[in-house]
Each structure stands twice: as structure tokens, then as C-alpha cells.
């Protein structure tokens, strides 16, 4: 009953979100904006996107290595726009991660996919936080300085929670000082987490945390690029500071993120001059990117999958992507 409840609560959340800003922003200014986009920069920005995703592959990949379950680059570029498919649809902002990690599942053990998919999402924030902070310094605003205040909280939450998984018995030890925190260190999730990252060793967060830096630095890049195509002339620095941000939004309850997103865009650039439409518009071109990826990752999972109907029907086995990953891990 909980499920049910908690999907209408994220639909309620994201209709009503969008109703709302749609609303004040106008639907024909909002129209107006998009129609008036510069294509070629648009463009530009959807290569960044594809080249962020092949970025966060071979973070992946840097985690797989460490945890000595190589998995190769392709399949698991492969993985990741799958993954963006089925966020189109899940009602979660998660949802491709559990798909990631049930398909990762066939090449890998099952607490290694575990592991390797929630530690390269934290290593994912900690790299935009690090980057925001880095440009703090060079934009002395209101807004800028409480959104390096998030990016900063960012980055010290991220490294407390990779601390706690990697260090079961300092968890435990919070556990027991604070009563209010025993529910938490004793869920079968926690509990579940922290067995899966027992593979897993600091060398390899800092190896992805690296490889992480110019992922973040694309996704910046992307928003850039939006806004330019969208006649929004604001400082680079900005959009660095407004990244952690808008990551950490999109973790909220919300169907595909749709809502929470625009919200954030809202808080973040409205106040450095922007207008509600072109906020709204903003958010919505980055959607428009996501979908375009998440239709490539659903069109590769059709062919995928109907290449192996056809081998099984004929009793042979299917040259797809996912027989290039290696045979010989067996499952746990």
C-alpha cells in the first residue's frame, strides 16, 4: 500500500510544481523562449550531454577495476543510456540506477553492481560540489554565497556517508551514542549497503572522484550551452555554482524529476536576473536532452533484445552488447 501512495505523492508533487510555475511564467512566454532557441547551440549541448554519459561510464568502469570485475567501456556506456530510458518512465529519479544495477548483475556479482552504482552517483555530486566551491570564491553574491554554502554541506555529507560505508564499527559506534540515528544504522538497507562497499577501497572513490571532475565540468558546460541558446548571458561561474544544486533537487520525490527541477532553476537564476519563462525554458531543453539520450538507450535495448530473440530462435548465441562483457564472474 506504501508504493501506491508514495507514487500518487510524487505525481502530486511534480503536477502540481509544474502547474504552478508553468502558471507564473506563462505558457506562451515559456513557448516563446523554446521556439526562439539556437538550435546549433542546442546541438552542441546534446554532444555534451552523450559525452558526459560516456564520462560516467568509464567512472563506472574505474570502480569495476578496482573491485577486479572489469566490465567493458562499451557495455557499460550502453548500460547507462538504458538506464536513462527506463528513468523515463520509472516514477523515481533513481529508477535507471536499479535497472544499471539489475543488468550489471549478469556480468558482475550483485553487491558489486550494488556498490559501484551508488558509490559512482556519490562520487557524481562530490565532483560538482568540489567544482562550485572552487568558483565560490569568484562570484561574491547573495544567491551565489548560499549556493556555495549547499555545495560545500554537499561535499562534507557526501564524504560522512562514504566514511560510514566503508567503516562499518564507527557506524555502529554513532549508532549506539545516538539513540535517534539506531533505526537508520540497523535498516536491512544500511546494513545492505555497507556489505556491498566491503569490496571496495578509498583508492577507487578518489580514482572516480578524479574522473568525476570533468563529468561535472561537462554537465556545467551543458547548462552553458542551454543558456546561451536561450539568449541567458550569465557568468560560467554561476552555472558551476548552480550545479551541485540542481543535482541535489532532483533527488527530491518527483516523477522524472519533472517539477523539482524547474523549481531549482527557479531559486537559482531568477534571482541573477533571469526570467521565469527563461528558467522554465531552461529546465525544460535539459529535459528535451535527456529524453533524446533516453530514447537512443531504449532504441539500443529494443535491437538488444530482439538480436537475442532472433539467436535464440535460432539456437545461437546473440552478438550483442551484453555478450561483449566478460563470462566468467558468476553471480552472488
Do not use: C
Not at 549541448?45 to 552523450?50: M, S
Amino acid at each position: 500500500m506504501k508504493k501506491p501512495l508514495g507514487i500518487l505523492l510524487k505525481i502530486l508533487i511534480s503536477a502540481a510544481l509544474l502547474l504552478w510555475l508553468v502558471g507564473r511564467a506563462g505558457p506562451r512566454n515559456i513557448w516563446g523562449q523554446l521556439a526562439g532557441a539556437d538550435l546549433r547551440l542546442v546541438g552542441l549541448a546534446l554532444a555534451g550531454f552523450l559525452l558526459g554519459v560516456a564520462i560516467r561510464a568509464y567512472r563506472w568502469r574505474s570502480l569495476l577495476v578496482i573491485s577486479r570485475q572489469p566490465v567493458p567501456l562499451l557495455r557499460l556506456t550502453y548500460l547507462y543510456l538504458v538506464g536513462l530510458f527506463f528513468d523515463l518512465f520509472l516514477p523515481t529519479g533513481m529508477g535507471g540506477d536499479v535497472v544499471k544495477a539489475a543488468e550489471l548483475r549478469r556480468d558482475t556479482r550483485t553487491s558489486t553492481a550494488i556498490s559501484t552504482v551508488v558509490s559512482e552517483r556519490l562520487m557524481g555530486l562530490l565532483g560538482a560540489a568540489l567544482l562550485a566551491l572552487a568558483a565560490f570564491p569568484f562570484s561574491p553574491t547573495t544567491i551565489t554565497s548560499a549556493l556555495g554554502g549547499v555545495a560545500l554541506m554537499t561535499t562534507l555529507g557526501i564524504l560522512l556517508v562514504t566514511w560510514a560505508l566503508l567503516k562499518p564499527a564507527w557506524l555502529a559506534w554513532l549508532g549506539h551514542r545516538l539513540p535517534l540515528l539506531r533505526p537508520l544504522v540497523g535498516s536491512r538497507r544500511v546494513r545492505a549497503l555497507q556489505a556491498a562497499f566491503a569490496g571496495l577501497e578509498w583508492r577507487g572513490f578518489l580514482i572516480a572522484l578524479a574522473i568525476s571532475l570533468p563529468f561535472a565540468l561537462s554537465n556545467v558546460v551543458v547548462y552553458w550551452l542551454i543558456g546561451l541558446g536561450l539568449a541567458v548571458h550569465l557568468p560560467f561561474g554561476y552555472y558551476l555554482l548552480a550545479s551541485p544544486f540542481i543535482s541535489l533537487a532532483t533527488l527530491l520525490p518527483s516523477i522524472n524529476t519533472l517539477g523539482v527541477r524547474e523549481a531549482s532553476y527557479q531559486l537559482v537564476f531568477v534571482p541573477l536576473g533571469v526570467s521565469p519563462a527563461q528558467a522554465v525554458a531552461m529546465s525544460l531543453a535539459f529535459q528535451g536532452l535527456r529524453l533524446a539520450a533516453g530514447l537512443l538507450g531504449g532504441t539500443l535495448y529494443l535491437v538488444n533484445g530482439g538480436r537475442q530473440l532472433l539467436a535464440q530462435s535460432g539456437g545461437e548465441a546473440a552478438p550483442s552488447v551484453q555478450s561483449a562483457a566478460p563470462t566468467e564472474v558468476r553471480k552472488v
